[in-house]
Every structure is written in C-alpha cells, then in structure tokens.
C-alpha cells in the first residue's frame, strides 16, 4: 500500500476545566491515516469528538482545548511542531476545511466574492481572474446568477446557499486534503447530489484526500472507501465501506443502522439507544459504550476493550464481544385506537397563499422588483395526520409555514379553520387562533433564548396566551409537559447551552406543546440530528401526534422520514405546489418531472439506488421566474405548451393532483 498523505497517531484532546477543576478527556488516542485519493468518512453521534479531531488536525482548536498527546503528520511533517506561520501556508492550499456552521464561519462584512478571493489568491489568482474563478466555483455549487451573488453578504443569502459558499471557499484553494464537516446537512437531495458529484470528480482529477463528518449514512455509503465509527471520544470501529455496510461489527455501529428510519417497517417504531453519551466529567475507565449497549456484561463494565485489528488494512473494532447483532426490540405498532384519531376532515385549509417581498432601491427606497417566494399554495391539514411540505431550497417550503402563523405578511390568500374563514386583519380573534398553531423550528439553539432558562422559556408563551399566570401555577403542567417530551422536570431551572442538539429539540417541541395547540409545523426538526436522536425525535413526534391528534405540517428535504412519518406529500417548485398525494403513491410512483428528480437524487444504503435524473441548469430566480411552467427550463420533457402557458392541476384516479401538462400521459 502506498504511503499515507495524513498519518494522526495516538492523538489525544483535552478541555480545560477552570482553574480548579481538572481537564476532561474529549478526545483520546485517535489513530487513522488517509491516503491520496481516498476519502475516509467519520460517523457517530454529537458530542463524540468529531469536529474537534477535524480541528485539531487544521490546527484550529479553540483556546479552551489543546492537544495533550499524538502527532499529526502531512506527508512526514509533523504539524503540531511548526510555527503558526509556516502552519498558515499549509491552510487553503495543502488542507482546507467545510465547517458545519456556514453562517458563523463566514465573515459577515465581507463579500463573497471577496471570501473566495483570499483563497484564490493562494494560488496566485487575482483581478478579473479571480472574478471569473470565483463565480465558475459558485456555479459549480449550484448557486443561480453566480456574477451578482459575488457582490453580496453572508445574511442576504439562504442557510443552504451559505453552505454552499463555505464550500466553494474551500475547494478554491485547490486543497491535496479536503476536511468536510458535514457539507450537506443543510442542502436538499438534488443540489446535496451535485456537491457530492463534484466532490468526487474533483477527487478524480486532482487526486484530493477527504475526512468526511457526517451523519447521513446514504452520503457515507456513496462517497467513502473507508469508514470510522467515533463514541465517546475513541474510536471504535473502523472497515472498508463494503464491510461496514453488510456486516458493522460494534454494537454501536449496528445501533446506528437500527435508527434509520429506512429500518422501521410499516408503522413499527425507530430503534433509540437509551441514555446518552457520557459527559466527559464522568467518562468511564471501562468500555464507554456499556451503559447503553443491550448486550453489556460483567467485564464491559470493568475493563476497558483493547483495539483488535481485524485485518491489514487497519480495519478494526473496540469491545470485548463483536459481531453479534442488535436485539430488535423496537417493533411496537401504532395502536389501532391511535389510527383511529387520524381523520381526513380538514381542521385547517389555506387557499391561494401568496407572499410576495418587495425589493426596494434608491434614493426613495421604492419597491422596484419583487421576490416571489410563495406563489398561490393551497394545503389542506386533517387531525392526526402529517402532510410533509418538500422541495428544494429557496422553494418557499419555510415561508409558506411561517406565513400560517402570520410570522410573514400575506400578499394575499384565505385561511379556514374548522370551516370557517379566518379573520386574518382582526388581531384579537388572530391571537386567539395563534394559539392553536405553533411552531419547531430549524435550530433550536438560535430560536431558544440563551438568558432565559428552560421553565421561563415554556412559560413565556403561556403567559402570553393566558393559559396560566406565574411559574408556581403552571409548574405541575409544566412538569407534564417536560414528561412528555423526555425530559425530567428538573432541568426547568438550566439553560439552553447546557443541552445538547437533540435535547434541545426536545425543549423546542415542549415550548410548541405548552399552549396545547391543535397543529404543529415543523421545520427541518431533524436536519442538524444524528441517525440516533433522530429516531428518538421521530418517535416523540409520532407519539405525541397519536395521543393528542395533532395535524402537523412537517417541512423537510429528507425523503427517509418522510418516507417514515408523513400521510401526504405536498412538493413545491418555486413558489407553487407541483404534486401532491397520499405518500406512499407518491414515493412509489411520482408523476411531476421535478418530483422523479427529487426522488431519484436521493443516497440510499448501497451506495446504488435509482439513476440519478439531472436537472439542466440552475434554479430560476424568484424575481424573475419563467413564464408558463416554471419547471420547463430545466425539464427533460419540456414542449412548447410549456413555455406558452401554466399547467393546470390533473386529478389522477389514486387522489393524487400533479400540475404538470403532460404528467402521466407516457403511462
């Protein structure tokens, strides 16, 4: 085997406690190597050391963190010995980094084009060059009207387009290692699918090494050669992607593979380890995974499992049994009295919902263009029943739920409730309303207030709506509340920060549920989630949606768990409902041309799947969308009928409606 590009030995982190407190291990005796070429995937849940190995090794550790033990060496070179100068050339051009946090890496008062430029001019590209480059690199990321988008700040662009530009960032320098910490968490399957693309055909042509962190396991299946499985701070299992994929070794890593929602079969209930990862205070001497591993004995709980190599490869596993599989004891069925509060008469009916932001200029600031965000959407939500809203980012799909709960104006549209009109300009009857609908947002840690502590947060929105008074009154149903949600009442008197991701979600959810609203719309709950609490949040939904029927409005681009949890399927295309129909007929069989390209972009677990349908072009701007179908400018079956005029909705015989001029006429 050739040498490796990337050689990390032994290499050990630790958090500084406090002047008084000691340092807790958060990483410890990491060894892996990474050859040209190859790209090595990193998995597990958050909190296990991940992202902080990925900075260690770009040596970007925050100053609470330092490297206690270990070497990392780039081609022979030890990076943690050289200056911070020489280490500054060695970034961009040698090894470059996607961080998963676009909107706080990027800087806000600089352009994008200016960001991409100090990269480019690693390499010596400036000027007009540099220009040209840049907007080549945007529109390789999928970014429509590239040219003027390299004049804008970070905050003017979307989070999946931010994304994008961290990525275009990186890849300008023309990195020999590409460190990519989960790059596509925020984008959607068919541009998720482009990046992946140009990855690998980057990879191709320059020969680029690349740690890959991620969480999606369709995205490890289809970019990896190797992968390594992180717990608690160590690795623990480690396999040739084939390998890991039809035989996963540690009980963790087959944990992982039963929390997929592909796993669940009919209304059977996900796989959720119990517990959580230890906290480094309380990290245990012996195998770390033991106190959620359902085949734990004696020794696991007294000696630490050594490394064992499985072959000459480095593949190897951490524990003291390996290879027998996880006991399924999951498959729980959704009662048949839950089904039953499921029920097709609409609770909420929104017709002709458009939303329209006007774009001001000059001197005067008069509205001179508009966005057409959402473009005369009508949706239906019955109680007990999930209609899952999917497309693109930039569709609308975010706009639309907010805009039900008149967080954005309204342009125009009608909005029932119960069969009756919704006074949508008196205010006092609006309020009244509200209270029936809230809201989970995409990320619970900017939407939850850091000065407020759990039971304040809970109690704010009660408070307001007159559902109780003062903390002491509304602390038992708060208690309830927290119950429902998984958490102990205990954690009322915290704060945000001192949860982790899936916790706060939970919070999220809780804070939704304390005006007992009869409809909940979430959004992307579960994008920023490991495969673990994923499956616990999921099941939360479902269960909470059982017991209460609660008619939910779930917001998402991942097809697994809408595949998993939803009733319908609404998808959208700038601005408009393309398709829409029970889900299962829709996923089996989709009609729209943008829907089979949704579909078919979409990873699955060998690394296969369907032939992927590429879409010509980019996105069309919302300003200026295209006249008659918006889709035709990137349909492979475009005909003239479609650029003259807009598709009128055809009813199929399966209830299922498509606009499209020629959906199914082929069949």
């Known amino acids: 085997m050739s040498t490796p590009l990337l050689n990390v030995t ?11 407190a000691p340092e807790l291990p958060a990483v410890e005796g990491l060894t892996l190597t990474l050859h040209a070429g190859e790209t090595l995937a990193l998995v597990g849940e958050s909190g296990c050391g991940k992202s902080l190995t990925a900075l260690a090794l770009m040596r970007l550790l925050p100053p609470a963190v330092r490297v206690a033990s270990g070497a990392v060496r780039l081609r022979g070179e030890n990076l943690l010995h050289l200056p911070e100068a020489a280490m500054r050339t060695r970034r961009g051009r040698e090894m470059a980094m996607i961080f998963q946090e676009p909107a706080t890496s990027l800087n806000p008062v600089l352009t994008v084009g200016q960001q991409i430029g100090e990269a480019l001019a690693r390499r010596g590209i400036r000027g007009r060059a540099a220009q040209e480059a840049a907007a080549e690199l945007l529109r390789q990321v999928g970014i429509a009207e590239p040219a003027r988008r390299l004049g804008e700040y970070p905050f003017q662009l979307s989070g999946g387009m931010k994304q994008r530009v961290m990525i275009a ?8 290692i590409l460190i990519a910490d989960e790059p596509t968490t925020a984008l959607d399957v068919t541009v998720q699918s482009q990046i992946l693309d140009l990855l690998l055909s980057l990879q191709a042509e320059r020969g680029m090494a690349m740690l890959l ?84 004995q004696a020794v696991c709980r007294e000696q630490a499992p ?41 609770l909420l009916r929104l017709e002709g919902l458009v939303v329209h932001f006007p774009i001001r200029k000059g001197l005067l600031q008069r509205a001179r263009e508009v966005v057409r965000a959402v473009d005369g959407v009508s949706l239906t939500l019955s109680p007990g029943k999930t209609l899952a809203l999917v497309g693109e980012s930039g569709c609308g799909k975010s706009t639309a739920g907010r805009a ?42 900017a939407s939850l207030n850091p000065r407020l502590t759990v039971g304040e947060i809970l109690l704010e929105g009660m408070v307001a709506l007159g559902v109780t008074a003062s ?76 017991e209460l029927g609660l008619a939910c409005l779930f917001i998402t681009h991942n097809f697994a768990v809408v595949r998993y949890l939803a009733h319908e399927i609404a998808v959208m295309y700038l601005g408009r409902v393309v398709e829409r129909g029970e889900a299962g007929k829709v996923l089996a069989a989709p009609a729209h041309p943008y829907t089979q390209a949704l579909l078919s972009a979409v990873p699955t677990l060998d690394g296969k799947g369907n032939v992927i349908i590429r ?36 009813c199929f015989s399966d209830g299922r409606w498509v606009a499209c001029h020629f959906a199914g006429l082929e069949e």
């Open 213 to 296: 962190i991620t969480h999606d396991l369709g995205v490890v299946a289809r970019m990896a050669h190797r992968v390594g499985v992180m717990y608690a701070g160590q690795l623990v299992e480690t396999a040739s992607r084939d390998r890991f994929f039809s035989a996963p070794g540690h009980p963790y890593s087959q944990a992982l593979f039963a929390a997929l929602p592909e796993a669940a079969q009919g209304r059977q209930r996900l796989f959720a380890l119990p517990g959580q990862v230890p906290a480094l205070a309380a990290m245990p001497d012996a195998c770390r995974f033991a106190g959620r591993c359902a085949r734990v």
């Open 404 to 445: 039900l709960l008149r967080l954005v104006p309204w342009t125009s549209g009608k909005l029932f409730w119960a069969g009756k009109q919704a006074p949508l300009h008196d205010a006092k009857r609006w309020r009244d309303l509200r209270r029936q609908m809230q809201m989970v947002f995409q990320d619970p840690f």
């Open 306 to 346: 050594p490394w064992l190599e499985n072959d000459a490869h480095g593949a190897g596993i951490r524990c003291h049994f390996p290879g027998v599989g996880v006991e399924q004891t999951h498959a729980e069925e959704v009662s048949a009295a839950a089904r039953s509060a499921a029920t097709d008469t609409p």
């Open 10 to 20: 032994d290499l050990s982190l630790a958090i500084s406690g406090g002047k008084l």
């Open 169 to 176: 960032a990186a890849l300008a320098g023309a990195p020999e």
């Open 615 to 650: 879409l010509k072009g980019e996105p069309p701007s919302p300003i200026q969308p295209p006249s008659g179908c918006h889709f035709h400018p990137r349909c492979s079956r475009v005909r003239p009928e479609c650029r003259g005029r807009s598709p009128e909705v055809r």
């Open 471 to 546: 903390l002491r009154e509304g602390r038992p149903a708060l208690e309830k509340l927290l119950a429902q949600v998984g958490l102990a009442a205990e954690v009322m008197a915290r704060y945000p920060h001192e949860f982790s991701g899936g916790q706060r979600q939970r919070i999220a959810i809780a804070r939704a549920l304390a005006v007992s609203p009869q409809v909940l719309i979430c959004d992307e709950p579960t994008s920023a989630l490991d495969v673990s609490v994923q499956a616990q949040i999921l099941n939360l939904l479902k269960d909470l949606q059982a």
